[in-house]
């Protein structure tokens, strides 16, 4: 019988030769230093003896191990539940989810909010409910957002990274065209704020003002800026936006240190996605522990010093590492070590983790051909004894693969 299956085993060696085979290391907890295991596959994880500096973490604050976050999980769970145990519109609403969602309108200074199991389910959700009938997309937009933009059937558009003249460009063009007079066609434009590779952020005002001057909606993934900005809020609220933004998504899986996405806009939006967007419709509901613990981590984001304190170490590593030598992109909390060769890339990576620093390299597909990085992300929780171990380390495993 002919053999209709999946030539997997080739598949990984096409992956290995190529130099773009990744496996799991798990560590042993989520915070700025730990024990990672070598990769083992399917096997029982070994931890490796010696504690190493984490700089690669999403979890910006550092909330994940703070105490106030933990007990407002273990309370959650005590008294709702340790899972939904449903979608939202069967019997998994609780109000661990209402307290949250509350929470992120008023921070985010929208109507309503809604939660989602993920980020991913956010947008790939929200986008699909819209049913645009064009996206104009960043092109290096988050792949949530990619797959969100194609499982709408919508018309994609994309125009250059964080180029707002390019924008109006795409826009023009695509006004001009005869099918475009249909006044009941749809556009929505779609933007990180900040770029998880690339650490650049997005010119949301002009974004703003070409959308405005074509009718289209605007719709801003606040991934990575949810908790770090104004008022615990994102590059929205930093810039003072919230009015001319239509749909604001974010995550509480990083700075906010839990689990899951959500959207924030107005009362209308949110309906619209409670009984449209299949992410949200056909999931169980977050967990209570994490709906609990995200709205404590909000709060402390916006009411501590966490914020200033992630700041005080980017400006500080970010100095410390251009001073080196170093090519640094982006102006936010994550910043890119521009390497270019992949395997001087790898190799970088390796001398960071023998010196004790955990910083990935980032290499394609996940970045274009010649612009491999080390992707760094200091923590509010870092002390400066721990930056400057990280600079130590940069300089020594620089000068080593002999790029200092």
Not at 148 to 153: A, E, M, P, T, V
Not at 268 to 295: H, I, K, Q, W, Y
Not at 355 to 372: D, F, L, N, Q
Request: contains cysteine.
């Amino acid at each position: 019988m002919e053999d209709r299956g999946f030539d997997l085993g080739a598949r990984l060696g096409t992956l290995e030769e190529n130099e773009l085979k990744r496996s799991l290391s798990p560590v042993d907890r989520v915070a700025e230093r730990g024990y990672f295991a070598a990769p083992s596959g399917g096997d029982l994880p070994v931890l490796e003896s010696d504690e190493v500096l984490v700089f690669a973490s999403n979890n910006y604050l550092g909330l994940t191990a703070d105490q106030r976050v933990q007990n407002a999980a273990r309370q959650a769970a005590a008294t709702v539940g340790t899972g939904a145990g449903a979608s939202r519109l069967v019997t998994g609403d609780t109000l661990a989810h209402r307290d949250l969602e509350r929470l992120l309108a008023e921070t985010k200074g929208t109507e309503r909010a809604l939660t989602f199991s993920s980020g991913y389910a956010a947008n790939v959700g929200t986008i699909a409910a819209l049913e645009p009938d064009v996206v104009f997309s960043d092109e290096l937009n988050h792949a949530s957002i990619v797959d969100g933009c194609r499982l709408s059937g919508a018309e994609i558009v994309v125009y250059d990274h964080c180029d707002a003249a390019s924008l109006r460009s795409k826009l023009e063009t695509r006004a001009a065209r005869s099918d475009s007079t249909d006044e009941d066609e749809s556009w929505l434009l779609v933007t990180d704020s900040v770029f998880s590779m690339d650490g650049t952020v997005a010119p949301l005002g002009a974004i703003c003002d070409a959308a405005e001057e074509f009718g289209a909606w605007v719709m801003v993934d606040e991934a990575h800026a949810t908790g770090l900005y104004a008022t615990g809020g994102g590059v929205v609220q930093a810039e003072g936006l919230e009015d001319r933004i239509h749909v604001q998504m974010g995550t509480l899986s990083k700075a906010l240190a839990s689990q899951g996405g959500y959207v924030a806009g107005s009362a209308a939006l949110v309906e619209c996605l409670v009984n449209d967007a299949r992410s949200f419709v056909f999931s169980t509901g977050l967990t209570p522990p994490a709906a609990a613990a995200a709205s404590e981590a909000l709060h402390l984001a916006r009411h501590s010093d966490a914020r200033e304190r992630l700041w005080e170490n980017v400006a500080h590593l970010r100095d410390g590492l251009e001073s080196l030598g170093f090519e640094i992109a982006g102006e936010s909390q994550i910043l890119p070590v521009l390497v270019g060769d992949r395997r001087d890339a790898l190799a970088l990576a390796d001398g960071l983790r023998d010196r004790g620093v955990i910083a990935p390299a980032i290499r394609p597909p996940t970045v274009p051909e010649g612009t491999s990085r080390i992707r760094v992300a200091p923590m509010a929780t870092h002390e400066q004894d721990d930056i400057v171990a990280c600079l130590e380390a940069f300089q020594a495993a620089g000068e080593e693969v002999g790029l200092l």
